[in-house]
Structures are given as C-alpha cells and as structure tokens.
C-alpha cells in the first residue's frame, strides 16, 4: 500500500494560494470582482493547472471552470469560487478551490484510489451579478433570460457585456450530469472565530443557515422640529429606533442557541434635521437553519408590531422579502470530514452550522454535499486582513484530501 497521505504537498498548496494572492493583489488580500481581469486571469490560472490532475476544462458560457476527468470509477466533484468581494481577502474562495485540484492531483493518478476528484470554480459566489450565478447555472437553476437581466451591483456592468468582452459570449455552459458524481466537498475558511477561539482546527459543517428578510415599514406623520410639541408627534424614526432595541430585548428569549439577526439598512423619510420623519424603514434579516425556529420569531416580530399598532401613534407593516431554505449538508459527508480530522488533526474537529452562504448549499439540491471549515485568524473575512495561520492551511489540506479518498472508497 502507498501511503496517499504523505503525499499531500503543504509546500505546493501554499505556493498556489499565494500565485492565486498575486494576481489582482490589494494590499495583504486581493480586489477581485467578478470578470475583472484578475479573476479571469485567477480562472486561467487554474485552467493551466487541471493537466497536473489529469482533468480537462475550459472557462465556461457562465465563467465556471469544471474540470473533468476519464478515470473509472466514482467521482466527487469539488471546489469553490476565485473572485472575491471588493477590496477582500485571499483565501475566500482560493482555499477550496487549491484544496481541490491538490486533492485531484493527490488522488487522480494514484492507481490504488479508485475514482477521482473533478475540480470547479463557481462564477460569481461573491454576487456582484446576481445570487450564486455559477453554481445555479451548473444545475440547471439559471435561464438566459436571467443572464440578460444580471448587472454588476458596483458599476452596472451588464453580464452580457462583461461575459462579451472576457471572450465567453457564445459558449456553453457546463451542467451537471445526474448520476455522474458522488457528492460535492467544498472546503472554506470559517469567516468567524468559532474555531479560533476553541483552538480547534476543523469545523465539520452540518447545515447552511438560510436567510430570512423583511422589510419594516413605519408610517407617523411628518411635521415641523420646531414647532411641533413633543406630546403629539408621530415620529416614525424613533417608533423605528425603539422597535429596534425591542427586538434586541425579545428575541434572544425566542430564537435558537446559533440565531443570528441584523438590522443591516435603515431609512428615515424626508430625513432632515429639521423635519419629524413621517415615514422610516428597516430592512431586517434573520439566520438560522431551522425553519421552526424562524416561524417563531417572525410570530413574535408580527405581534410586536401589532403592539406598536395598538399604541396608535405610528402603524407598522411587516413584509417578507426574502423567504430562506437552509441546506442540511450529507451526514456521511460529516463523517468522512470527522474521522479524516481524527486521523490528521488530531481530532480537533467541530461540527458547526454555517452562518454564510456558499455554493455548497446550491449543490446540495442536486447531490450530497459536505463542507469544511478551517480557522480564521480573529475571524475576520471579507476584509484585505483575513488570514489563516499556514500550519491550519496545510492541516486542511491533508483533512480534506483524506475526507476525498474517504468518500471515494467507502
Ligand atoms: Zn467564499
């Protein structure tokens, strides 16, 4: 028997991760937004790289890059996405996409592993076009109609223009065949400091968070700052300010132990210092992976609202706008993951929701799926600062290509 897992080469995967930082390099990370010319310069980059694994692939009609493979035998795909948020960090996508082709290259000539390891960079994760664009046109979720309406939240870029002048106007897009893989891995750093803070150095994901939004729309009545007594305002800003403390106040009787919430945009109308704000609103998101636990806080969100109501001075509409589904993540996956971490991480692995989204939860509808989370030093993401110590890269390599070989021969 050789042994596979010397064979992981922490030196070549952090040599790849810091070729994939210098292209597009803002200060310690990268600015790499969508069909910039650092990430397609990223994509071809890997695009070069999938001979080493013994796959071929080309940059697709959508921006994805799927490598294949002609190995007998099982497949797992793997992979995650190489542009990044404006002014972001290195690893945020490059992680799961280098762990990826080192795991093909590990696996994919070893003729004692049967099967191989097939690589994919998901176009836009990061949503400057749109939601989850690559992955969701990869299975099938993505009409032309809808890359026609897709624009570049920063500069109104049409995706049809941005897919012209990158030269992929006109090619197919790569989808998923049925049946062809056994699942998909993902691997990513945690963007939080769970891991960190624990000195734990695997998070076993087991479900992704779906995300709940609504908007909260209060009506008082405009008026003079001066003039207007105190006793009879209808002011909707401070209905809005107190309704907001209340929620901070209720909820954490109500929610789940990982419930996460955010008032992340509020607007007050006209919003002038000298003018009562006769209308506010706040654009409110909740987190969780339990749809249950969601029906209960939006219960109490629409009763605190008919509270305020009742009071008279200000009327409270409370609309959904956004309804989420979490992704359970494949329970073998979750153990493939845990017994590579106690074979190679001295079993500091930690099984752990995920609070962001990622492209594994759009494969998860199509196949089993699983996740790993590496730390992030002081949990900071998409920011230029994010880091994981290099000893935590290498260990998550070996715990990932491992967790492949795994689900590979089981
Ligand atoms: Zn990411």
Not at 25 to 42: A, D, I, M, W
Not at 269 to 288: K, T
């Amino acid at each position: 028997m050789s042994n596979h897992l010397a064979r992981v080469d922490g030196t070549r995967v952090l040599a790849d991760l810091h070729a994939l930082r210098a292209i597009g390099t803002y200060k310690t990370g990268v600015h790499k937004p969508t069909f910039s010319e650092p990430h397609l310069r990223s994509l071809q980059w890997l695009v070069q790289r999938l001979p080493e694994a013994g796959l071929t692939g080309e940059i697709d009609g959508i921006g994805n890059v799927v490598g294949t493979s002609t190995k007998a035998g099982p497949r797992l795909l793997a992979g995650s996405h190489l542009e990044s948020q404006n002014h972001a960090g290195w690893l945020d996508g490059p992680l799961g996409v280098v762990y990826a082709l080192e795991a093909a290259r590990v696996i994919n000539p070893d003729p004692n592993t049967n099967g191989a390891v097939e690589v994919a960079a998901w176009c836009d994760e990061e949503g400057h076009f749109g939601h989850f664009l690559g992955s969701r046109s990869y299975v099938g979720g993505v009409t032309e109609a809808d890359i026609d309406a897709a624009r570049d939240r920063s500069n109104d870029r049409s995706m049809r223009d941005a897919l012209r002048d990158a030269g992929l106007a006109g090619r197919a897009r790569a989808r998923c065949e049925r049946g062809r893989h056994i699942g998909y891995l993902e691997a990513h750093i945690e963007q939080g400091e769970t891991l960190e803070s624990s000195a734990l150095k695997i998070g076993v994901v087991t479900s992704i968070v779906g995300i709940w939004q609504y908007r909260i729309t209060f009506t008082g009545e405009q008026n003079h700052a001066g003039t207007t007594r105190m006793a009879v305002r209808k002011d909707a800003g401070l209905a809005l300010a107190r309704f907001c403390v209340d929620i901070d106040d209720r909820f954490p009787v109500t929610c789940g132990p990982r419930t996460v919430w955010t008032t992340g945009r509020i607007t007050l109308d006209p919003g002038a210092p000298s003018i009562i704000p006769g209308g506010a609103e706040m654009l409110f998101q909740i987190r969780d992976d339990d749809p249950a636990v969601i029906e209960r806080l939006e219960d109490l969100l629409r009763s605190m609202a008919a509270e305020v109501d009742k009071q008279g001075r200000c009327r409270v509409a409370v609309e959904r706008i956004r309804t989420g589904t979490p992704a359970l993540m494949d329970g073998s996956f979750q153990q493939a993951i845990e017994a590579a971490s106690a074979a190679l991480a001295g079993g500091k692995s930690l099984r752990m929701p995920s609070g962001a989204g990622h492209d594994a939860q759009v494969l998860a509808t199509v196949m089993p799926s699983g996740m790993l989370f590496v730390p992030s030093i002081g949990g900071i993401s998409h920011h230029w600062t994010e880091n994981t110590a290099d000893a935590d890269i290498v260990t998550g390599a070996e715990v990932f290509v491992e967790a492949c070989r795994k689900l590979l021969t089981r």
